[in-house]
């Protein structure tokens, strides 16, 4: 009786190999997934924003020329045009000006009030960047005659808060108050100060903003920042020491 060939098979060694190297490749695969799927899909809805710089700015004027003196009237001068930009006017404020003569006559800040020698003779708005004098009322109190042409000059301190928000989350978020304070509550609301641009501001994932804060500040002092969002949603305190 003729025997039957018998049939050659792999190793069981080699067997086992092939079984541990498709099972990796199958593990690796469901992994890469399961994380890149699933992931991409949970974290589709989370919500996140961070203030991921903070910078104090300032600068300073020195008798900076801001316009020309006018013969009567009133005459409205747009500082930030100048420069400075979204900057709050801080420090000692002095503003000059010069009659037909030439003769230099100095005013004053007293609150939101341009002073000369105890008189208002004009006004400022420090958080907005313009200032207003009444050369009607300074004539009256300089016995001066002013003309069209003459420089007006600025001297003070300009500072401001810089924040640079990133959306780090899956879902878009509408920033709608920034509160600030030198603790970690944040009781001031600084909305006010964002002069920029709109608030709700909307902010896709991903994307980043600076957010300027039209502010004077203390050097030394550690400033914290939250961000309220329009659902409700808070994200803070950032913090920082300013210079």
């Not at 690796?28 to 710089?53: C, F, Q, R």
């Not at 003070?156 to 780090?168: A, E, G, P, Y």
């Not at 550690?222 to 020491?241: I, N, Q, R, W």
Request: aromatic content about 14%.
């Amino acid at each position: 009786m003729a025997s039957r060939p018998r049939r050659k098979g792999i190793s069981p060694v080699l067997a086992t190999l092939i079984l541990i190297v498709i099972a990796v490749l199958a593990g690796l695969a469901v992994y890469a997934w399961v994380s890149g799927w699933m992931g991409g899909w949970i974290g589709a809805g989370s919500k996140e924003l961070k203030v991921i710089k903070i910078i104090f700015k300032q600068g300073s004027w020195s008798k900076t020329k801001v316009g020309e003196t006018k013969d009567t009237g009133t005459e409205t001068y747009d500082l930030w045009s100048v420069g400075y930009r979204y900057y709050y006017m801080t420090g000692t404020i002095k503003v000059y000006v010069y009659d037909e003569n030439d003769n230099e006559y100095e005013l004053t800040r007293s609150g939101d009030n341009l002073m000369y020698d105890g008189t208002d003779v004009g006004d400022i708005d420090r958080d907005d960047g313009t200032m207003t004098i009444d050369y009607t009322a300074l004539e009256s109190a300089t016995g001066a005659n002013f003309v069209d042409g003459k420089d007006v000059l600025v001297t003070c301190t300009w500072q401001r808060i810089d924040l640079l928000v990133k959306n780090t989350g899956g879902a878009a978020l509408s920033i709608k108050r920034i509160w600030v304070g030198k603790s970690s509550d944040c009781p001031w609301d600084w909305t006010w100060t964002v002069k920029h641009l709109t608030l709700p501001y909307r902010m896709d994932p991903g994307s980043e903003r600076w957010i300027y804060l039209t502010h004077d500040y203390t050097s030394g002092a550690t400033y914290f920042f939250k961000l309220e969002c329009a659902d409700g949603s808070v994200f803070g305190p950032f913090s920082e020491e300013a210079p």
